[in-house]
């Protein structure tokens, strides 16, 4: 067995299950690193005794997909940025939550949320002792005040905070987003707070800002809407920010959310564009080599001013590839060219792997590729116009095969209408991208008619309308859906039987379509299971309001203080209700006592009245800011547990937690600790 014998496939699987290993196996990197060694070192002594006999041995084999799992697991540990000794949480002069001067260069600049604009940052310094680490820093918009670029150096006086895990069951965790991009804590301050010591453009990303601000100044001068802008910096700069939550809504219900996420689909089309481009290159001595270098300096170019995100990474590498192929006339196998990407970008950035992106990318290209030549060979129109608008339809299709559970998974919804925009969209986009292109240079060269950039405009314009009334199709979209990640894996074990037993019609193949029926099934009936087993008394956190949820198989019944009863179903109810495939909820005032668990709960609201003369609680819930004596409280009853929830004042929580402290009961406040669960019996 020779070493070039190892298909890459292969090898990226290995590399892959070692990164998934490492979210369960704590490993330090010390023991990692000596695990690696030693297992590299046994694989070269195997590899040079039995290299005589090398193909009639298995042992090689199996150290090398052991040494790559071990690879994999060493790749986690080593970009962890905790794992090393000049990360400011290990240094001395870092206090989380104290006042801090501290040294920030900007990093990347993030979409703004309702109130803050957002920076990821390197943490530089800290009272002038030298550091290293990312964190978050929130600035309170302010329209007076111009945006920090990428590389500018900040120097603020503030508070370091820890990233808080997610304050109710089943809500999107935020901390566990940051941190598989390396941030362990966010930094909340003002513009006026923030001193700019140096602008100064010192990286590849900084010039690409540059880039991106320089040509956003010069289309800024063809009068261009917000919106079509904000579309333009989306399709060609790979920047979202400016995207307003409406036209990235329509986008996202019309199912063609990926259009505006440069991606395969986009370098793809700029390669073909180039690769026409570079053809009179080919005419002169050595013109292929420098035809396929022109178009890999052109295709980086890009990604690096398309902010180098993990889909603009996996395409610019794998269609770097593709370029090299097509212009020697080797036969492109294009998942190897695919696995060769991904273990590259892994081998850089191991928590790309549990990027949305990077998945969903990956497993739509990997559909695209194995299912399309399938699905196209039932059927080849004969006029050139059909033909384009089939492999549209069927591209769509095929993606939706590589990308539908995973989707569902993340998103819980179906955009009933993705057909019709996609097959509409896809055919057109080439022609968006390539005509954006020559917008972007002519508007930079102060070259660009007018007559072109309004038509351009109407373009994006007509594109954001269509989009919009694809979503404004409410009863094409299916949304809530419940879908666990046991489905998930179910539902692509029945996919790839299927089509092996499509393209390998075998009585085997059947048995694997069996058995990957049954599995569906045992999943099936396992999620029921615990679904309609599942019990449990939750204290909701909510801010300036409060609500219980008493959970029962599939019947939810809320208690709460909302004014609008639609509010009580907002996301945190609703990602609630979906993770747990409830289907019926009941809403209800609240009470001044629960039992649960053969316990009492003593409700105390803001009038502070209660009567305990019949029964003697176990928990007391404090809820809209009672006054009342705590000591007294605590000593007249004894309770097990004190709980405050988001509807109190701040300094009520911190007079009753010093209470509590000093009578040693456990306070429990839903801010600070999340939501307070009882398991119902």
């Excluded at 935020?174 to 362990?184: A, G, Q, R, S, T």
């Excluded at 022109?294 to 269609?319: E, H, K, N, Q, T």
Aim: proline share 3%.
């Amino acid at each position: 067995m020779k070493l070039l014998d190892f298909v890459i496939v292969k090898l990226t699987i290995y590399l892959v299950t070692g990164i998934l290993l490492s979210r369960f196996i704590d490993i330090s990197l010390l023991i990692s690193t000596e695990i690696f060694g030693v297992l590299l070192i046994l694989l070269t002594l195997i590899y040079f005794i039995s290299k005589p006999q090398l193909k009639k041995t298995i042992w090689f084999g199996l150290i090398s997909y052991i040494t790559m799992i071990s690879l994999g697991i060493l790749l986690v540990t080593l970009h962890n940025q905790k794992n090393h000794k000049g990360h400011y949480s290990y240094s001395s002069v870092f206090i989380q939550d104290s006042i801090l001067s501290v040294t920030l260069k900007v990093s990347n600049r993030l979409k703004p949320n309702n109130f803050n604009d957002r920076y990821v940052v390197s943490i530089l310094k800290i009272n002038e002792v030298s550091v290293k680490g990312l964190s978050l820093l929130n600035i309170r918009k302010d329209s007076l005040t111009r945006a920090f670029d990428v590389d500018d150096i900040l120097i603020i006086k503030t508070q370091i905070h820890a990233v808080k895990a997610p304050l109710n069951p089943d809500q999107f965790n935020f901390k566990k987003f940051l941190e598989n991009k390396y941030i362990y804590s966010q930094i909340y301050s003002k513009y006026e707070d923030v001193f700019i010591a140096e602008t100064k453009t010192s990286s590849i990303y900084g010039y690409a800002d540059a880039i991106r601000k320089h040509i956003n100044s010069k289309l800024q001068n063809h009068n261009f809407k917000p919106d079509e802008l904000a579309i333009i910096n989306a399709l060609l700069l790979g920047q979202r920010q400016g995207l307003s939550e409406n036209i990235y809504n329509d986008y996202k219900n019309a199912g063609s959310i990926h259009i505006l996420a440069v991606s395969g689909l986009h370098v793809g089309i700029i390669l073909l564009f180039l690769n026409f481009i570079f053809k009179p290159i080919e005419f002169i001595k050595y013109g292929h080599v420098y035809k396929i270098i022109a178009i890999i300096i052109c295709l980086w170019g890009f990604a690096i001013i398309a902010g180098l995100s993990a889909s603009v990474l996996r395409a610019a590498l794998m269609f770097s590839f593709v370029a090299v192929a097509m212009n020697i006339n080797r036969p492109r196998n294009t998942l190897n060219i695919l696995a060769g990407s991904a273990f590259v970008l892994l081998l850089f950035n191991p928590n790309l792997l549990f990027d949305v992106g990077f998945q969903l990318s990956y497993l739509a290209v990997i559909a695209i590729v194995t299912i399309y030549p399938l699905l196209y060979s039932i059927w080849r129109p004969k006029y050139p116009v059909a033909d384009k608008f089939w492999q549209a339809f069927i591209v769509s299709i095929a993606a939706q095969f590589g990308v539908l559970p995973i989707s569902i998974y993340y998103f819980h919804q179906i955009p009933g209408l993705f057909l019709l925009s996609n097959v509409i969209a896809i055919p057109f986009l080439g022609f968006i991208l390539g005509f954006g292109i020559i917008i972007i240079i002519l508007s930079t060269i102060n070259f660009l008619p007018s007559f072109l950039s309004t038509s351009y405009g109407k373009i994006i314009e007509s594109m954001n309308l269509f989009f919009k009334w694809i979503a404004k199709q409410e009863a094409f979209l299916i949304q809530d859906i419940s879908f666990n990640i046991f489905q998930v894996i179910a539902s692509y074990i029945l996919i790839i039987t299927l089509y092996h037993l499509y393209t390998k019609k075998s009585y085997k193949q059947v048995l694997y379509v069996l058995v990957a029926i049954l599995i569906g099934q045992s999943v099936l009936i396992t999620t029921k299971y615990f679904t309609e087993t599942k019990e449990q008394f939750v204290v909701f956190h909510k801010g300036t309001s409060s609500i219980i949820g008493f959970h029962k198989g599939r019947a939810l019944q809320l208690h709460h203080s909302l004014i609008d009863s639609v509010e009580a179903k907002n996301t945190m109810i609703t990602n609630y209700t979906t993770k747990n495939h409830i289907t019926e909820i009941q809403e209800e005032s609240l009470q001044t006592m629960y039992k649960i668990n053969n316990k009492w709960l003593l409700v105390v609201d803001s009038l502070g009245i209660y009567n305990i003369k019949s029964f003697k609680p176990e928990y007391v819930w404090l809820r809209n800011s009672p006054k009342l004596n705590l000591n007294r409280l605590i000593d007249s009853i004894q309770p097990q547990v004190i709980i405050a929830d988001g509807s109190n004042y701040k300094s009520y929580i911190t007079r009753w937690e010093e209470t509590c402290k000093a009578q040693k009961i456990p306070f429990h406040h839903t801010y600070k600790k999340g939501a307070f669960v009882i398991k119902l019996k």
